[in-house]
């Protein structure tokens, strides 16, 4: 199980910091990215972690201003959102790949989904 938070209202470069607990079974050998879906659109890739956290990916949307990050003794990961812009107003998810696997900026790579969380930024 997957539980994503931190999500809120802020105006155009604010920051916020995303959370996603994981419980349920063991996380830590598990790929975790972030995906968002704002309304009428797909869901698209934002940023994934590696299972050690040595490699991290970004969407060209968000490089510079976001950054992954996950704590494996706290089974959680993090989505550092800096410089925020309308554009990034979304439902963000926080999902998880199977057991050893690589990160994948699909979402076809995750098996386990958390339940979402809005961010909404105004100009």
């Known amino acids: 199980q997957l539980q994503a938070s931190g999500g809120g209202s802020v105006q155009t470069g604010g920051s916020l910091r995303l959370s996603c607990a994981a419980s349920?079974?063991?996380?830590?050998?598990?790929?975790m990215g972030w995906f968002r879906q704002a309304p009428g659109k797909d869901r698209e890739f934002v940023a994934a972690?590696?299972?050690?956290?040595?490699?991290?990916y970004y969407a060209d949307s968000v490089k510079g201003r976001f950054t992954i990050s996950r704590d494996n003794t706290k089974n959680t990961v993090y989505l550092q959102m800096i410089n925020l812009q309308p554009e990034d107003t979304a439902v963000y998810y926080c999902?998880?790949?199977?057991?050893?696997?690589?990160?994948?900026?699909?979402?076809?790579?995750?098996?386990?989904w958390g339940q979402g969380t809005l961010v909404t930024v105004s100009s």
């Open positions: 999902a998880a790949g199977p057991r050893y696997y690589g990160a994948s900026t699909s979402p076809r790579g995750y098996s386990d």
């Open positions: 972690i590696s299972r050690i956290g040595s490699s991290s």
């Open positions: 349920g079974r063991d996380f830590t050998s598990s790929p």
